[in-house]
């Protein structure tokens, strides 16, 4: 199975990184806050590997997206995680609408202590501008649109360096970029990369299907093995590898002429339904120990 997930940098070359860096370097000028997005469900594996060397200094705000697909108290776990690190995370349902009312409370005061010390330092005081960054898929626009509350209320072009770019306006307290910044993932870190294929981050058309498959369905079954047998009505002595696929494919009748267990069929089942939340609220990475300083 070492050959599964190779995942090559068809749409992240370096010259593509490099100008994804750019831009969003670029637009990092003109914010206060950064909004970082991970999915709750692999907080680790959907981060950016540079990230912090990128944004720097800047004010962070984390949020754990899709929030209704994770395991809840793994999801408490990383919040607190963060925490440790003096950093605020807030889990989100971008989708529904879910956290968003804690997430702009939770920017704001990030940026107050930012704009506060601006006009302490003499400037005029202003809305404080924050812009959104993560890798793709994760749900940058689902949440442009939810903070937006549907109705992009545009603040007006500004003359000068911020001509071209548009900002929603969020309160009033509040201004942010209407453009995600667009980051790569940790494709080097097979774990991460094999997290990321089990999740829908990268497109399925460039690994290995079958053996991924084959990998989430073990994890699955070490990590929530009830809520496998559960869905697909197994008995308590769940077999594993192709036999654990056969059984779901029976199960759900995927069954070809002469009654052959259709695989494909069964493998984009388990797929659909793992990233659907069919499978249960699912987290796959655990928070790292917290370091001792
Ligand atoms: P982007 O590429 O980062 O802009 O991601 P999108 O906003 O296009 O979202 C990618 C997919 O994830 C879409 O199918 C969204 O409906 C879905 N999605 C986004 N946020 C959530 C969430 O909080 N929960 C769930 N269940 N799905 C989400």
């Known amino acids: 199975n070492d050959n599964a997930i190779d995942i090559p940098s068809l749409q992240w070359y370096p010259g593509?990184?490099?100008?994804?860096?750019?831009?969003?370097?670029?637009?990092?000028?003109?914010?206060?806050?950064?909004?970082?997005?991970?999915?709750?469900?692999i907080p680790m594996s959907?981060?950016?590997?540079?990230?912090?060397?990128?944004?720097?200094?800047?004010?962070?705000?984390?949020?754990?997206?899709?929030?209704d697909l994770a395991d809840e108290a793994a999801t408490r776990a990383w919040v607190n995680c963060f925490a440790t690190q003096g950093i605020t995370a807030v889990p989100v349902d971008a989708v529904k609408?879910?956290?968003?009312?804690?997430?702009?409370?939770?920017?704001?005061?990030?940026?107050?202590?930012?704009?506060d010390k601006l006009v302490q330092h003499g400037a005029k005081a202003r809305a404080a501008r924050c812009m959104i960054l993560g890798i793709p898929n994760v749900g940058k626009s689902s949440l442009i649109n939810r903070l937006s509350g549907g109705s992009k209320t545009k603040v007006e072009n500004r003359p000068g360096v911020t001509r071209a770019k548009q900002w929603i306006r969020i309160g009033a307290q509040l201004e942010l970029l209407d453009m995600p910044g667009i980051l790569w993932p940790k494709f080097e870190d097979r774990q991460a990369a094999l997290h990321l294929a089990f999740t829908g981050a990268i497109n399925d058309n460039v690994y290995d299907v079958a053996s991924v498959v084959l990998l989430l369905l073990d994890t699955l079954r070490m990590r929530y093995p009830s809520d496998l047998m559960e869905r697909y009505r197994l008995e308590k002595e769940l077999p594993s590898g192709m036999e654990l696929l056969e059984e779901i494919g029976r199960k759900r009748g995927c069954l070809r002429a002469g009654g052959k267990v259709d695989y494909e069929k069964a493998e984009q089942i388990v797929l659909t339904d793992f990233r659907s939340g069919r499978l249960g609220r699912v987290t796959l990475d655990d928070f790292p120990p917290i370091p001792t300083i």
């Open 16 to 41: 593509h990184m490099r100008k994804a860096e750019r831009l969003v370097k670029e637009n990092l000028k003109l914010v206060d806050v950064v909004i970082e997005l991970l999915d709750a469900r």
């Open 46 to 67: 959907s981060a950016n590997p540079v990230l912090r060397e990128i944004v720097g200094g800047k004010p962070r705000v984390i949020v754990l997206n899709k929030a």
């Open 97 to 115: 609408g879910r956290g968003v009312k804690e997430l702009v409370q939770a920017i704001a005061k990030c940026a107050k202590q930012k704009t």
